[in-house]
């Protein structure tokens, strides 16, 4: 069989990538051994979210007094909260797949066997002018010495559970640890996360990765920073975590172990040498901006590049290289907004832009402010303390180069800077937009202003005062 475009995976970025060629005229074809969906529908973004709903709403319970109501004794419902999700996760895949179900759908695993041939099954063969890549990850293979004898659970396994663990040994702290570990902690189980770096999310700026390791102590929740795993065993019912820490060597002891090292690129079986394709097993196929591979008819989307793993980067690359196979361009994949990220915790982290971990290492000069919302009226009101929003702009021009909040509806509050940064404002600017009050929002209006002065702009009203002074002078 012969098509214009065959796409290889049905998740996100591929079905994103199917959906844009189709509008420009191409016949497209998708192929996916199964289940049908996608990792953020089926295994990811979605079912977490629903979890995460529930604990949530528990805190929120046990933390209303602080709003002069007693919530008493809660309880939780594990089934529902479970059942509740599934029911979710069905209506999202189902959705998904009758869009997936408009398109001629090859069924089985693909391996490539030549630059232009993809087997898929045992026996069928297509050709296709071009073919873009959408495989997705899996989750990291493990190398600890008796983790796999000793027994563990990945985020797969988290989303499914119906009984909370008595506790928890979390390895790692990136968003997937952090999110589901603060989940398992909420719903009862006593958890301990053992990390490598000084703090939770390593590749976040340290203000932001300390504050939510403080966060995560006071409720209870055990971060162990500097740690070297070493070992793993079982002893009687408990599994046992061995690491080693300023020289000395220690324990965790939990009912079980949670993996969340990481994920990696799914490339394994699909023939990347018969097409010319050139990858690496850990860091995903290589793809220039216009996300083309080596070879230059086939392209590659989302996880399997093994750079940005978010889904509206898996979406937006897959709509780039649907344009630019179907249309023989060379539109270039620009990251500056789309690399924007949240990650679920309590309180809540988002991110757009530069951070000053970036600024610093690209030797960009900046300036910074800072507002935290123990100051901020509507958060007081609220009672939702903790966090605080930063804003970064070029030191000569003042324009917007990054954000990052950590606290209440931080993946809500971001969008507002990320289309300030689409225009390109400068703090000036982005400070004279009025801002309804009181509203959480309004806080990003103070590191605005805290820019600016750096930088000798005036904030909006001084231009008043002065005439006045002026006048009253004169």
């Known amino acids: 069989m012969r098509h214009d475009l065959v796409v290889v995976g049905a998740g996100s970025g591929g079905y994103a990538a199917a959906r844009t060629a189709r509008d420009f005229g191409c016949d497209v074809a998708l192929v996916d051994p199964g289940p049908l969906g996608g990792l953020c529908i089926l295994r990811g973004c979605m079912p977490s979210k ?13 933390d209303a007094d602080a709003l002069g109501i007693e919530a008493g004794l809660v309880k939780i419902d594990l089934p529902f909260i479970a059942a509740r999700k599934r029911v979710l996760v069905k209506e999202f895949a189902d959705y998904r797949i009758e869009g997936i179900n408009a398109f001629p759908l090859y069924r089985g695993v693909a391996r490539f066997l030549s630059p232009a041939q993809l087997l898929v099954g045992e ?53 997937t640890a952090c999110e589901l570990g603060q989940y398992l902690a909420r719903m009862g189980a006593h958890t301990t996360l053992l990390i490598r770096s000084g703090h939770l999310l390593t590749a976040s700026d340290d203000d932001v990765g300390n504050a939510l390791t403080q966060y995560f102590v006071e409720e209870g929740i055990e971060v162990v920073t500097q740690s070297t795993l070493t070992e793993v065993l079982r002893r009687g019912e408990e599994k046992v975590v061995r690491y080693n820490r300023d020289g000395g060597d220690y324990e965790a002891v939990g009912e079980e172990i949670f993996y969340a090292l990481g994920r990696v690129p799914n490339v394994a079986g699909l023939g990347l040498e018969e097409a010319g394709i050139a990858y690496d097993a850990a860091g995903g196929i290589v793809v220039d901006a216009a996300m083309r591979t080596s070879n230059p008819n086939v392209y590659a989307v989302g996880d399997v590049t093994g750079e940005y793993m978010l889904v509206h980067v898996a979406i937006y690359q897959g709509e780039v290289a649907a344009r630019n196979a179907c249309l023989n361009g060379s539109e270039l994949a620009d990251y500056r907004l789309v690399g924007a990220h949240t990650i679920f915790t309590d309180p809540q982290v988002a991110a757009v832009g530069l951070s000053e971990k970036d600024l610093r290492r690209g030797g960009i000069a900046y300036v910074s402010g800072r507002y935290d919302f123990a100051e901020h009226g509507k958060a007081q009101c609220l009672a939702k303390t903790k966090g605080f929003v930063k804003m970064m702009a070029d030191s000569k021009s003042g324009r917007i180069l990054g954000a990052t909040v950590i606290g209440p509806q ?27 009050h009181p509203t959480l929002a309004e806080i990003w209006t103070y590191p605005a202003e805290i820019c600016a002065a750096q930088l000798g702009m005036k904030k909006p009203g001084d231009e008043q005062v002065e005439l006045a002074t002026s006048v009253s002078g004169d």
């Open 123 to 175: 026996s069928t063969v297509l050709e296709a002018n071009h073919f873009v890549i959408a495989t997705g990850s899996n989750v990291s293979d493990n190398a600890l010495p008796g983790l796999s004898a000793t027994g563990y659970v990945d985020s797969d396994a988290v989303l499914d559970f119906e009984r909370i663990p008595r506790s928890v040994v979390v390895l790692g702290g990136g968003y």
């Open 410 to 436: 931080a993946s809500e509050l971001i969008h507002e800077i990320i289309v300030a940064m689409n225009f390109e404002a400068t703090v000036d600017q982005f400070m004279r937009i009025p801002h309804l």
């Open 50 to 62: 629903a979890l995460l709903a529930s604990s949530d709403a528990l805190q929120d319970a046990r």
